[in-house]
């Protein structure tokens, strides 16, 4: 069992920029990390993600403006946001997969004003 912790939300102008990061419990080398988020009213989407490999994948509408980072020694994966759009206001997850292995964080809240 590998428990995920999300922080780094919060309320910010657009144009502006946030990290957030997600802290394991446990190793997460061997995981598929990811990013995901929530609209209200909206399914849960892909946000960006990162293998064990440390290749990455991003949704098409945070490309260039999103970027993932993990740091295996410090069980720890970033997702750092520059030119934050009203449209990214979401609840933000974190998620470590391998195999039938699927964990979730509980979230952090961003929140982009125009």
Not at 15 to 38: D, N, V
Not at 48 to 60: H, I, K, L, P
Not at 78 to 101: G, I
């Amino acid at each position: 069992q590998v428990q995920l912790v999300e922080s780094g939300g919060g309320l910010v102008q657009a144009g502006g920029s946030l990290r957030l990061s997600c802290s394991a419990s446990g190793s997460i080398s061997i995981f598929t990390m990811g990013w995901y988020r929530q609209a209200p009213g909206k399914q849960r989407e892909l946000v960006a993600v990162t293998t064990s490999g440390t290749s990455t994948n991003y949704a098409d509408s945070v490309k260039g403006r999103f970027t993932i980072s993990r740091d295996n020694a410090k069980n720890t994966v970033y997702l750092q946001m520059n030119s934050l759009k009203p449209e990214d206001t979401a609840v933000y997850y974190c998620n470590a997969r391998r195999w039938q292995f699927d964990y979730w964080g509980q979230g952090t809240q961003v929140t982009v004003s125009s």
